[in-house]
């Protein structure tokens, strides 16, 4: 009931079954009131004529079919109220005695009684309770409630309709964080939204490629003048050029780091399934002859399958264990099967860990721990920014948690190629 459409349609719901009651009642009483003091007036001049009849002869009751007994009580169940409208009209014409109505509402049954004489009252019928037709009455409202209904949500959909192409367009985000084309049809408000949204998407992906252009062009350029300045170097004094070719090799890094990270925004390269057993183990023993600290992975016993692009999803998790191995004194890894057919590889290492105020920015660009951004370790920054972009390609997500006794915990889910 939070969304905007049910609240619209409960509203228009509402006021249409209040319109049409209010409408119903107004009606009854404006075509078929009964005119009271003409109903009142009639009934005082029986009571006048039947009461003059019986107080002069009080037999006729008998002759004519009168009830008479003592006056009405009050008892359980039993209805007795004064008539004061037939005995305003009896005083009127200068007879005052009392008139009461009785009746059993169970029975749903009512009589005029008067005193015709002191003690003696004659009852007579008395026009009973209007019938309840409940069953009409329900159907009748049912129906109401049924038409207004449908009525109000098809108007309720067709109010939100631009409203709920925004949140279409938000479910459908691709792996390049854009929406897909929406389709443009509809009423005008729906097409003009429609045309809104396709118009931002094309702006945003312009605008985005554009950068990556930008960003692929400088590190490609980058390699000329790096090239030219290392051929230099060779000409320095040794201890000069050692200082040299350590800067010119992390400039080349990072370089190489950021057009790597541009590919794998704008790869279309379709994906194919992975056996992610031997991926791993392959990769570990890739990082141990390097002299990476890696233990043995077990790849457990049911083979378990990714659908991603080779060699990305193979830099991806290199880059993931490297970072492991290297800034955390070693990486374990595990490989086992989740919950909703998904494959999960958990990296872990024994390192100083993230702290948590920054732990959220682990994959951002050229992201480092050190506040002043000094480098102990090698690598541009770049190694989780390139890991989670392939991930996230591929369909999977990373998440990045502080161990209880120390160190990292990368968790990577992936799911099962069909």
């Not at 009934?43 to 009849?53: G, K, Q, T, Y």
């Not at 920014?385 to 999977?396: H, N, Q, S, V």
Request: net charge negative; hydrophobic share 45%; with cysteine.
């Amino acid at each position: 009931m939070s969304s905007l459409r049910a609240r619209l349609a409960i509203l228009l719901v509402l006021a249409i079954v209040a319109v049409v009651a209010v409408a119903a009642g107004v009606s009854v009483q404006v075509l078929e009131r009964p005119d009271r003091e003409s109903f009142r007036q009639t009934f005082a001049e029986e009571v006048r004529i039947l009461a003059s009849v019986l107080a002069d002869d009080p037999a006729a009751a008998e002759r004519h079919g009168i009830v008479t007994a003592g006056e009405p009580v009050r008892e359980p169940g039993f209805m007795v109220r004064e008539a004061r409208g037939i005995q305003r009209s009896l005083a009127e014409i200068g007879l005052d005695i009392p008139v009461s109505i009785v009746g059993d509402p169970q029975a749903r049954t009512r009589q005029l009684a008067f005193e015709f004489a002191p003690g003696e009252w004659a009852y007579l019928p008395y026009p009973g309770f209007p019938p309840r037709n409940w069953p009409v009455f329900v159907f009748y409202m049912a129906l109401v409630v049924a038409g207004a209904a449908a009525v109000s949500l098809f108007a309720a959909t067709k109010v939100t309709r631009p409203l709920r192409l925004l949140d279409e367009a938000v479910s459908t985000v691709g792996a390049d964080g854009l929406p897909a084309h929406v389709p443009e049809d509809g009423p005008a408000e729906v097409r003009a939204t429609a045309a809104a949204l396709n118009r931002l998407t094309s702006r945003v992906r312009d605008a985005i490629e554009s950068r990556m252009r930008l960003v692929a062009a400088a590190g490609h350029d980058l390699r000329t003048p790096m090239t030219r300045m290392r051929l230099r170097a060779e000409f320095l004094p040794d201890e000069d050029r050692e200082v040299w070719l350590k800067d010119l090799s992390e400039l080349d890094r990072i370089a190489d780091s950021a057009i790597r990270l541009v590919r794998e925004e704008v790869d279309p390269s379709p994906g194919e399934a992975i056996a992610l057993g031997p991926l791993v183990c392959e990769i570990a023993a890739e990082l141990r002859e390097i002299g990476r600290v890696v233990e043995e992975v077990d790849p457990g016993m049911e083979p378990l399958s990714a659908a991603a692009r080779p060699f990305a999803l193979k830099r991806a998790l290199r880059n993931l264990i490297d970072n492991a191995a290297l800034h955390g004194g070693g990486a374990q890894v595990s490989l086992r099967r989740g919950s909703h057919d998904e494959a999960v590889i958990v990296i872990a290492d024994d390192g100083p860990g993230i702290p948590e105020a920054v732990i959220g920015r682990a994959f951002e660009p050229f992201f480092r721990v050190d506040p002043g951004r000094r480098q102990f370790k090698p690598g541009a920054g770049l190694g989780l920014a390139i890991a989670k972009e392939i991930i996230d390609g591929a369909g999977g997500s990373i998440s990045i948690v502080n161990r209880p006794g120390g160190g990292l915990e990368q968790t990577v889910r992936l799911p099962l190629a069909a």
